[in-house]
């Protein structure tokens, strides 16, 4: 397993089981585009141990949406492996949680119909997916909501709802799409706490796709760094930061120097993201 | 109210112009005219029994329509190759004056109410196959994912995700089918001189009637009305997050 683990300026023994739930080994995938074969990742390798809060930071177009799709099970064909739990992942599997970055709750469903929905599909009667239902709410704090619409909602509400909803399925893995990504700072930054609060209680294995990199560090434990398209894994970094957190630690010293510190390795790869996008555009190619 | 207002506004001005003689009496009657003349229409031409014999016939006509332009819609959505070898000439049917062939269904159905409902069954198909279409293949596809990633089978995703995400659209087409079907029955009506409201205001105009001949044209607008109020409460049923 290529993976680049280097010491930190704080370090401290992780406190998480070494044992991992998710591998993912070479992971590869080429596109085929009117321009000819684009490559989005190449030989992604990375391990997530149970319970582990791991994000997946890189510039636009570095294929961090693309490996989100193939861990989900969206993009069956690809190159290398993506094993849960030793199970080889060869579409959706049913151990893998998914939050999307666009609002994805049903409009036609009442909140508590919209938690309730992976429920029904697994077969659950209706007295007993309504209580678990509520639980999953009141974890997401939208207790007395349970009988709006989303559109009587607003768009970090929705977005609470997604997540309760993928929660609701008990996945062993939750997997997040950039899910603030259409959300204003403030709110970014609470519904992080929300975020964070859920894990810390259901010591639920998640990795989280981004490119907010105050996000990253605020709620991960670990944190997987791209390089532009193809997209290869430049460094993981440990994030020793006390837990439980909140979103006070933003104005500490260390949480400073963890951004800066993966903003030097960003900032090269999104500098020539941006070189390569102008570069397309001015021959034409958009 | 302010909606009722406006048009009863609308009708003083036009009474105005008529009275004045910027409007030709001989082309549009006075509307107090009109007014006047329902009660006559009302007893004469016994307006409920045609009112409710044009209703039954829209009724039928969009029965069908719903059941097979929903049917057909989503058949289309589910195989490709017919959507592409029939979408263009569907299209093109919704834009064809179906009651110029009239004669053709005299032909085939009779002067009977069955000619009069096939005529708006054919002229309301095609926007509700349209829309129908156009809701399924509209479906954000975020939502599919999410049904992918639960490992939804085809019926499931069909039933729980595509078909209450096309519900929208699929409205829209009912309506329009609506309109095209009432549309193409009540001329029917007229020009076969047979059936509810539309041979009423043929009647009427063959006798220079003009106040109820537009009389007549009001209890069509009513027609309207009325399917579109029940429409609506059947689409406020089944979303009733609108």
């Known amino acids: ?286 | 109210m302010f909606g009722f207002a406006t048009l009863v506004a609308a009708t003083c001005v036009v009474e105005g112009m008529l009275r004045i003689g910027i409007l030709n009496r001989y082309i549009v009657p006075l509307p107090s005219e009109v007014m006047l003349s329902f009660p006559r229409i009302v007893i004469e031409e016994k307006i409920l029994e045609r009112f409710l014999t044009t209703f039954m016939e829209c009724l039928y006509a969009m029965l069908l329509v719903s059941v097979i332009g929903i049917l057909t819609g989503i058949l289309l959505y589910r195989f490709t190759a017919l959507r592409a070898a029939t979408e263009t000439w569907v299209a093109a049917a919704a834009s064809a004056p179906i009651v110029l062939a009239y004669p053709l269904f005299l032909v085939v159905f009779g002067r009977s109410m069955t000619t009069i409902v096939m005529i708006g069954f054919i002229a309301g198909l095609p926007p509700v196959i349209l829309k129908t279409l156009e809701g399924l293949a509209g479906t954000r596809r975020v939502l599919v994912d999410v049904g992918r990633s639960l490992k939804l089978g085809s019926w499931q995703m069909f039933a729980k995700i595509l078909l209450p995400a096309a519900l929208p659209t699929v409205f829209v087409g009912l309506r329009l089918g609506l309109i095209f079907c009432l549309i193409n029955i009540v001329g029917v009506e007229f020009l076969i001189n047979y059936g509810g409201l539309g041979q009423v205001i043929n009647d009427r105009a063959e006798r220079y009637d003009l106040a109820g001949t537009y009389a007549a044209i009001g209890f069509v607008i009513l027609t309207s009305v009325l399917f579109f109020v029940v429409t609506e409460r059947i689409e406020r049923w089944l979303r009733p997050q609108t």
Request: charged share 25%; net charge neutral; aromatic share 6%.
């Open chain 1, 1 to 286: 397993m290529a993976q680049q683990d280097t010491a930190t300026r704080l370090p401290r023994p992780s406190m998480l089981p070494a044992e991992p739930v998710l591998v993912v080994d070479n992971l590869a995938k080429q596109f085929d585009t009117p321009d000819g074969p684009l490559k989005a990742v190449d030989d992604v390798s990375f391990a997530v141990r149970r319970g582990e809060f791991l994000s997946v930071i890189g510039p636009s177009g570095c294929g961090k949406s693309t490996v989100f799709s193939i861990i989900g099970g969206l993009l069956p064909e690809f190159q290398g492996s993506v094993t849960v739990q030793g199970e080889p992942i060869q579409g959706p599997h049913k151990s893998i949680g998914m939050v999307f970055q666009e609002e994805s709750t049903f409009p036609w469903r009442t909140v508590l119909d919209n938690v309730c929905f992976p429920l029904e599909i697994a077969g659950l009667a209706k007295a007993k997916r309504h209580t678990k239902a509520r639980h999953f709410i009141a974890l997401v704090g939208l207790t007395g909501f349970e009988n709006r619409y989303p559109a009587e909602l607003s768009g970090g509400m929705r977005q609470r709802v997604a997540i309760a909803r993928t929660l609701a399925s008990e996945p062993t893995i939750l997997l997040m799409d950039e899910p603030f990504a259409s959300l204003d700072e403030q709110t970014r930054l609470l519904l992080g706490d929300k975020v964070l609060q859920i894990q810390q209680e259901l010591s639920q294995t998640t990795l989280l796709i981004t490119h907010n990199i105050t996000e990253a560090v605020q709620l991960s434990d670990r944190i997987l760094v791209m390089t532009f398209r193809p997209g290869r894994v430049k460094r993981i970094v440990e994030i020793d930061l006390p837990r439980p957190r909140t979103s006070e630690i933003v104005s500490s010293t260390a949480f400073g120097r963890y951004v800066a510190e993966i903003w030097g390795d960003l900032r090269e790869e999104a500098t020539r993201g941006m070189l390569e996008s102008e570069a397309s555009a001015r021959s034409g190619r958009g």
